[in-house]
């Protein structure tokens, strides 16, 4: 069936780097994808989304592009730091905006 | 203000059992989601409700698996004769809407279930 799957299981940035995290989807009928944060012990934390009829959204140090061509998604991280150590899920959400279908996730590991 | 609870934390039992996860969602938010988390993987959609009524249960996995939402608040997920293949994070979401766009989906921390 459809998915959403991410090319890297685990990464390891210095501190102070970007980061770049990568995201293959299946679904091109998806309108809505989102990333999320998710941190040992701790629930998905929304980061950033984006909609369908965008290439490009940015929040604070963190970037979102979305290539419908390919179907390729990523987050950049800025200047990546400690606190961004988590596992990062992309996602996307049905038409019928009821539930988020998530990726495998990436590990973020920041080297001080 | 308050998030997202869930309880317990943590909930070890034997294959065969019976077991009761509670969600607490945050105040006024009409959707509520259950997904079921496994080891070094994304969450899995399991069932989503619309104040009382389940709208969605298509990924509950098999009959042992219920969630009851009874006042539009509070949502227990059951899951009887337990097997060690239900050993995961379920976490629970809520959302303030519902369908006419995305709402975010705020998750708790989820309760750990380890089926002996």
């Known amino acids: 069936g459809e998915s959403v799957g991410l090319h890297l299981p685990t990464l390891s940035v210095q501190e102070g780097d970007n980061s770049i995290i990568n995201c293959a989807y299946s679904?091109?009928?998806?309108?809505?994808f989102i990333w999320y944060k998710q941190e040992s012990g701790k629930g998905p934390q929304f980061i950033i989304d984006?909609?369908?009829?965008?290439d490009k959204r940015q929040g604070q140090r963190v970037t979102v592009l979305l290539n419908k061509t390919v179907k390729h998604l990523s987050l950049q991280i800025a200047a990546t730091q400690p606190g961004d150590s988590a596992v990062y899920f992309c996602?996307?959400?049905?038409?019928?905006?009821?539930?988020?279908?998530f990726g495998p996730g990436t590990s973020l590991s920041v080297i001080p | 203000g308050a998030g997202v609870s869930q309880t317990p934390s943590n909930k070890v039992t034997e294959k065969g059992k019976y077991v009761e996860l509670r969600c607490d969602p945050i105040?006024?938010?009409?959707?509520l989601y259950w997904y079921r988390q496994s080891l070094g993987q994304g969450p899995e959609f399991l069932i989503y409700?619309?104040?009382?009524?389940?709208?969605?249960d298509s990924g509950l996995p098999n009959d042992r698996f219920f969630a009851v939402r009874p006042e539009g608040s509070v949502s227990t997920l059951k899951i009887q004769r337990t097997e060690r293949g239900d050993s995961a994070v379920y976490l629970c979401?809520?959302?303030?809407?519902?369908?006419?766009?995305?709402?975010?989906?705020?998750f708790g921390p989820g309760t750990r279930l380890t089926v002996l």
């Open positions: 979401a809520s959302s303030p809407n519902y369908g006419s766009r995305y709402n975010e989906q705020f």
């Open positions: 984006i909609r369908s009829n965008m």
């Open positions: 679904n091109s009928a998806s309108d809505y």
């Open positions: 996602a996307e959400i049905t038409t019928s905006y009821d539930k988020v279908i």
């Open positions: 409700f619309q104040g009382t009524g389940a709208a969605d």
């Open positions: 105040s006024g938010h009409t959707a």
